[in-house]
């Protein structure tokens, strides 16, 4: 099976509300989506959204990255040549793990085509299901009441719940949601907006009220790693560190400093399921519990992270909710998402069969 083409293209899928986090609001998903073409007739697919104020990866960085530099080292190689082929693609461009994870993905893709095998199998897993949280953005106490009782109405036991702009309000916002959602199971984000004492005395202040928080995503800035630990070793709240690790690097450091309990692995963050492997393989030799998180990815990227979550008993958290964020899911095979119940599929390699109202480019 060898390389023969690379098609980008871009999909545009309205939300079903906007999204609105400490770093930005967002209103429709506007990926960059990959088909690789081999002689053999299948196509490998994957997808990456332009997240500038996380990854700092912009559309038009990610058409350049591939069509620039990754392109050149893919056509013509053949997919058995697997491991030579993931290091020359990373290798021939620094940075820009969006644009690696959408390649990364279409690769295994092919490769699980290749030996007929879904790729989650391939990595060893065997567990088929996995139950996602749902996000309530960051908006007025009374509104994110709101939002949480319609989450909880349409059967999610588990909220994620941003907060960190105006964060004077984030303990109200969080009493306001966990009075009409006793019983789920919270979990909050601060996208990097608190100082690491503003953290401690907000996350407290939670605890104390018996808030009951699960734990708290990325409290202080990405490269504040002393801040993280600070937070981590005075809040009673559990930290999971989220835009803090980009790497495989970033999270055995991370795990050697103590500085967080939890990591969040995203496929966009880390350049795919490759290096994704390797942060949870150096998790398990920690002993930290891991998420499965992404972006505001539509089911493409969602539904590879879901492969890599069913393969890896060291994930325990997942929130991979991009697709039932969206108000049409314009892909066409891959795991069904059923609310918070996501199924993989056991068709070979990733499973997608094709993209309806893709625009070439
Ligand atoms: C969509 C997912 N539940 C989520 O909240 N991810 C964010 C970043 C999403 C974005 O801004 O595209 C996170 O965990 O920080
Ligand atoms: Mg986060």
Not at 116 to 144: A, C, F, H, Q, W
Not at 305 to 330: M, N, R
């Amino acid at each position: 099976m060898k390389i023969t083409e690379v098609r980008l293209g871009m999909i545009s899928v309205p939300l079903i509300v906007p999204f609105k986090t400490a770093l930005r609001t967002v209103n429709s998903v506007e990926d960059v989506v990959i088909e690789i073409h081999t002689d053999t007739g299948h196509v490998g697919y994957g997808e990456a959204p332009p997240t500038g104020a996380i990854t700092g990866d912009t559309t038009g960085a990610i058409i350049g990255a591939i069509n620039d530099h990754i392109k050149k080292v893919l056509i013509g190689r053949e997919i058995d040549d697997f491991e030579n082929l993931i290091k020359d693609m990373n290798g021939s461009i620094v940075k820009n793990t969006s644009a690696k994870a959408a390649v990364d993905i279409a690769l295994w893709d092919l490769y699980g085509q290749l030996y007929k095998i879904p790729v989650y199998k391939m990595l060893g897993g065997s567990r088929k299901s996995i139950e996602t949280d749902i996000t309530i953005s960051v908006n007025s106490p009374d509104e994110m009441a709101r939002d949480a009782v319609s989450a909880i109405n349409r059967g999610y036991k588990c909220l994620k719940v941003k907060v960190g702009s105006n964060p004077e309000l984030d303990v109200a916002r969080l009493a306001a949601v966990r009075e009409v959602a006793p019983d789920a199971l919270i979990r909050i984000d601060a996208n990097q907006a608190w100082s690491p004492k503003q953290a401690v005395r907000i996350l407290n202040q939670m605890q104390e009220k018996g808030l009951d928080i699960e734990f708290v995503e990325q409290p202080v800035k990405a490269h504040d790693f002393e801040g993280l630990r600070y937070v981590t070793q005075n809040s009673y709240v559990p930290v999971m560190a989220d835009e803090s690790v980009f790497s495989p690097m970033d999270a055995l450091k991370i795990m050697q400093m103590g500085a967080a309990d939890l990591i969040n692995i995203k496929l966009m963050k880390c350049g795919g399921i490759t290096n994704a492997l390797k942060i949870a393989s150096a998790a398990e030799v920690y002993g930290v519990e891991c998420m499965i998180g992404c972006m505001l990815e539509a089911k493409i990227s969602v539904n590879a992270a879901v492969h890599f979550a069913c393969a890896k008993q060291i994930i325990t958290k997942v929130d991979l909710d991009g697709p039932v964020l969206c108000s049409e899911d314009p892909i066409i095979g891959g795991a069904v998402f059923n609310e918070k119940d996501i199924t993989v599929s056991d068709e070979p390699g990733l499973g997608i069969k094709g993209i309806e109202k893709i625009r070439y480019i």
